[in-house]
Nanobody, 124 residues
Framework: QVQLEESGGGLVQAGGSLRLSCIAS????????MAWFRQAPGKEREFVAA????????SYADSNKGRFTIYRDYVKNTVYLQIVNLKPEDTAVYYC?????????????????WGQGTQVTVSS
């Protein structure tokens, strides 16, 4: 079992930056792949970024490349999502997810544990 808790969301002006955090507790964080997904009002959940268990492989949604960076800290059992140059279309609830297989795929169905989400609102 892994418990995930996101933080770092908030209200930001367009062009600003945020760093989202997701702290994991319970099972061995270092063996899990981690990912961020988001869901905007009225839309389906979508993949944002993922990182495999070693931290050596990352993947990003094509629409996000260049503005989003995912990384992890094994000492703090935390995965981060750094977002720069925020746009109003980034407004969504951002969810952290953990995959016990360690790979870090883009489909949400591969993830075993999910956090409660943190709201990001970007004003124009």
């Amino acid at each position: 079992q892994v418990q995930l808790e996101e933080s770092g969301g908030g209200l930001v002006q367009a062009g600003g930056s945020l760093r989202l955090s997701c702290i994991a507790s319970g099972d061995t964080f270092s063996t899990y792949a981690m990912a961020w997904f988001r869901q905007a009002p009225g839309k389906e959940r979508e993949f944002v970024a993922a990182i495999n268990w070693t931290g050596g492989t990352t993947s990003y949604a094509d629409s996000n490349k260049g503005r989003f960076t995912i990384y992890r800290d094994y000492v703090k059992n935390t995965v981060y999502l750094q977002i720069v140059n925020l746009k109003p279309e980034d407004t969504a609830v951002y969810y952290c997810a953990a995959d016990r297989n360690g790979v870090g795929l883009r489909e949400g169905r591969h993830y075993d544990y999910w956090g409660q989400g943190t709201q990001v609102t970007v004003s124009s």
